[in-house]
Nanobody, 121 residues
Framework: QVRLVESGGGLVQPGGSLRLTCAAS????????MAWYRQAPGKQRELVAA???????SIAGSVKGRFTISRDYANKTIYLQMNNLEPEDTAVYYC???????????????WGQGTLVTVSP
């Protein structure tokens, strides 16, 4: 069974740092884009950062200069380094992988279970 497993969330004070990890497991032949989304209470899910299969990356304007996304293509893993965290960054962070090719399916869209990040004094 293919899935995404996230880790690294938790409680941190404003100005602190956290590193989120998302690893794809199962028999996977290829993945398109891997990305991080977040959903704050009462708000819609929003794209935070993406790492494309081409090697390029993108970051949302609200976190640019503070968050960095990186991808380990060999191990099908992405990371989100979050620095100088603000209370507004409090949310459940979700990992997504698109255009996943498995033994039995093509163009699968996967989501992780989410990891909570709380930024509070």
């Amino acid at each position: 069974q293919v899935r995404l497993v996230e880790s690294g969330g938790g409680l941190v004070q404003p100005g602190g740092s956290l590193r989120l990890t998302c690893a794809a497991s199962g028999t996977i032949f290829s993945i398109g884009t891997m990305a991080w989304y977040r959903q704050a209470p009462g708000k819609q899910r929003e794209l935070v950062a993406a790492a494309m299969d081409s090697g390029s990356t993108s970051i949302a304007g609200s976190v640019k200069g503070r968050f960095t996304i990186s991808r380990d293509y060999a191990n099908k893993t992405i990371y989100l380094q979050m620095n100088n965290l603000e209370p507004e960054d409090t949310a459940v962070y979700y990992c997504n992988a698109d255009r996943v090719v498995t033994l039995t399916e093509r163009n699968v869209d996967l989501w992780g279970q989410g990891t909570l990040v709380t930024v509070s004094p």
